[in-house]
């Protein structure tokens, strides 16, 4: 009996073949497999024959979705600026998404990065991605060479060693924590539907360190963000960041500055997060892409942690409702307001 | 430090041109006296205060920073401090999540008929950062960007 991902990834080849042979789409996004054991990588299949290379495992960790502007801009006819538009619907895409990433998919539609009828959806329930660094740090000083991935176990290779170990122990934090595993927009299914995850706290983490003081949230933020080596791999992984010219390039005025000045790392942390406000999915990305183990994610998912506690709204759940931070009600929660003022000194108040 | 007898506090104010500046205004017509520690920025409304600007104040070295627009409801955009509101909310708290101490960054409403009002507000915002001491969280130092 092969894997579910095996399965699958099975299924994933034939639907895209079917596709493309049909001309639904013009191009299909996915993964291929990737160099290392334990990576993949992002695939634009655009040719039925090439569908073999496509695969599906539990190290699918970078979100498709990011791609997806691209992808669209990329099977579109060439236009010139002079040129008229192009007549009749444009090339459609087929993108694989698991519940996060659909739902980055449905802020793009939202914030209109992408037409909804440009894309196809291929809806596959996610099991949890594994986190490449969680499997390394159980074989310190080792070298991994192969992965075999059965449904609850990975088997673990190395030049002299072969180990098991349980899947779910070295899934990703976000994973774990993640209460909508199946994609909220569907327009072919692959696999099983996967049920609602029943997290009783899915904000743990966060709520660790808000327990702690306010020194040691300034220790813990300082420390954490200390190894910051400002790659920006966070921000270019990331399916929200699509701003032209994003707010650490201007240099008139520059918000940040470009150097790793603990300071200048800190408000970069600080500002990205906070442009994700309302957005972010917590799909884990940022942090599984960062090459010096950053635990970034623990910002946006405080702020996902706020917006759903003020507001009552998890981004992209509804493609119809409008984002958290472009609407808002008479009655929001102002408590951050200055509400105990001191009166005036009388001697001050006539001036003296 | 012996200069931390002396010293006081650089407070950089976004008010918006249609209520709180106005208010600002009413204060000095009335003769309303208030601590001369805010640095007034003029803003066109408090929906035009960004995050960035918030952070780059302090980054430069500014102890305090108040927001201030007009009431809910009031606003002469009609709701631009609706807006304000909720990004101010989540960035408030964000910050006091990373450590940053609670009133360093405040935000407040007041009219352009407050003007006393907007003196009790300048008035306990720069208590309030007296009484935190100078900014040393996410304020760029020279030594140490030269160091880094």
């Known amino acids: 009996m092969p894997t579910i991902n095996k399965r699958i990834s099975e299924e994933i080849r034939a639907q895209a073949r079917k596709l493309l042979e049909e001309g639904e789409v013009a191009a299909v996004l996915g993964y291929g497999a990737g160099s290392l054991p334990m990576t993949v990588k992002p695939l634009v299949v655009r040719r039925p024959e090439d569908c073999s290379k496509l695969i599906w495992s539990a190290f699918c960790v970078l979100n498709l979705a990011n791609y997806l502007p691209a992808a669209l801009k990329s099977v579109e006819p060439p236009r010139g600026p002079r040129d008229p538009k192009h007549e009749g619907p444009l090339p459609k895409v087929a993108i694989l998404a698991t519940g996060c990433w659909s739902r980055n998919i449905v802020v793009q539609i939202q914030e209109h990065q992408v037409a909804r009828g440009r894309v196809v959806v291929m809806g596959v329930g996610s099991r949890g991605m594994v986190s490449r660094r969680k499997v390394e740090a159980l074989f310190p000083g080792l070298e991994i060479l192969a992965v075999e991935e059965g449904d609850h176990e990975l088997v673990v290779r190395g030049a002299d060693f072969a180990e098991t170990i349980n899947r779910w122990s070295v899934v990703r934090d976000n994973c774990q924590s993640c209460t909508h595993p199946d994609p909220v927009l569907v327009d072919l299914r692959i696999g099983e539907p996967v049920s609602e995850r029943k997290n009783p706290n899915p904000f743990k983490q966060v709520e660790e360190i808000e327990q702690q003081s306010g020194d040691e949230r300034w220790a813990w933020f300082t420390r954490e963000f200390s190894t910051c080596i400002r790659c920006y791999a966070c921000r270019n992984a990331c399916p929200l960041c699509y701003c032209p010219t994003c707010f650490v390039d201007d240099a008139k005025p520059q918000w940040v500055g470009k150097s790793l000045d603990a300071v200048d790392t800190g408000l970069f942390h600080v500002l990205r997060a906070y442009h994700c406000a309302g957005r972010c999915t917590d799909c884990g990305t940022c942090e599984t892409v960062c090459p010096m183990g950053i635990n970034m994610r623990l910002l946006t998912k405080k702020l996902n942690k706020d917006v759903l506690n003020l507001y009552n709204i998890e981004a992209g759940m509804e493609p119809d409702s409008p984002l958290p931070l472009t609407t808002y009600t008479m009655d929001d929660p102002e408590k951050f307001i200055i509400t105990e003022l001191t009166p005036v000194p009388r001697a001050v108040k006539e001036g003296k | ?148």
Request: with cysteine.
């Open chain 2, 1 to 148: 430090m012996s200069e931390t007898n002396n010293w006081e506090p650089k407070i950089i104010a976004f008010l918006c041109n249609w209520c709180s500046y106005a208010g600002a205004d009413l204060a000095g017509v009335s003769r309303f006296q208030y601590p001369p520690n805010i640095r007034i920025v003029k803003v066109p409304c408090s929906g035009r205060v960004s995050e960035n600007m918030i952070m780059s104040a302090l980054k430069s070295g500014a102890d305090g920073i108040l927001v201030s627009g007009c009431h809910p409801g009031d606003c002469h955009y009609i709701s631009g401090n609706y807006f304000a509101k909720r990004r101010f909310a989540l960035l408030s708290n964000l910050l006091d999540f990373i450590g940053i101490e609670p009133g360093r960054v405040s935000f407040s409403w007041v009219s352009a008929s407050e003007g006393e009002q907007f003196a009790e507000v300048v008035h306990s915002v720069t208590e309030r950062v007296k009484a935190l001491g100078p900014a040393s969280r996410l304020v760029k130092q020279l030594d140490a960007v030269q160091a880094a």
